[in-house]
């Protein structure tokens, strides 16, 4: 299971940090990721860390958001700067084991003009 949590309402240029949380013994095992899903839009990736450390981001939040694993602690997190209002969404956590997918509850994330 994975279980995220630290969304919220924010104003432009502000800042949030994401946090998600995997059950099992397996978390450096896995490749984990952020999505988000905005009203009407398609679920998209923002931002990918492999099992061996390697990031991935999105043209758009490439410089303002940066991903992070604990593994010791079984999480994931996204740090999110300079947030703008394109970036409203509810975002997902989400997990690959060879081949198995995994995705969490999402937790709404909305930035005021």
């Known amino acids: 299971q994975l279980q995220a949590s630290g969304g919220g309402l924010v104003q432009a240029g502000g800042s949030l940090r994401l946090s998600c949380v995997a059950s099992?013994?397996?978390?450096?095992?896995?490749?984990m990721g952020w999505y988000r899903q905005a009203p009407g839009k398609q679920r998209e990736l923002v931002a990918a860390i492999s099992r061996g450390g390697s990031t991935h981001y999105a043209d758009s939040v490439k410089g303002r958001f940066a991903v992070s694993r604990d593994n010791a602690k079984n999480t994931v997190s996204l740090q999110m700067n300079v947030l703008k209002p394109e970036d409203t969404a509810v975002y997902y956590c989400?997990?690959?084991?060879?081949?198995?997918?995994?995705w969490g509850q999402g937790t709404q994330v909305t930035v005021s003009s």
């Open positions: 099992g013994s397996v978390f450096s095992m896995y490749d």
């Open positions: 989400n997990a690959q084991y060879y081949g198995s997918t995994y």
